[in-house]
């Protein structure tokens, strides 16, 4: 037959038990939100980093485009000039020869 003190010994161990369960389970539980905040962040800051680059890389696209596109003017300059001054060279060179 159990004792008294084998009794309370027991119950004693028990309350023991769930104080310590309920304190690990408070232990996870913060764990847990923990970790869902710190992959919130993180996940924001990757999504931040992801805006970012596609903005550099639209920027990067539409500033090469611009700077083509004017390089390709320039270059029409260039060449409509000298074929202008080519031209009108050589329609001076004709009038002075009397052939024009």
Partial sequence: MPSVTSAISDFTN???????QLGQSLIAVFQAIIALFWNAITSILHLGQS????FFELFQ????????????????????????????????????????
């Fill in 61 to 100: 696209g539409v500033a090469g485009f611009i700077v083509g596109t004017i390089g390709n003017f320039l270059i029409l300059g260039v060449l409509g000039g000298g074929y202008y001054f080519y031209t009108t060279r050589q329609n001076g060179r004709k009038n002075r020869l009397g052939k024009g």
């Fill in 51 to 54: 805006v970012i680059q596609l």
């Fill in 14 to 20: 028990a309350v023991v038990n769930i104080f310590a």
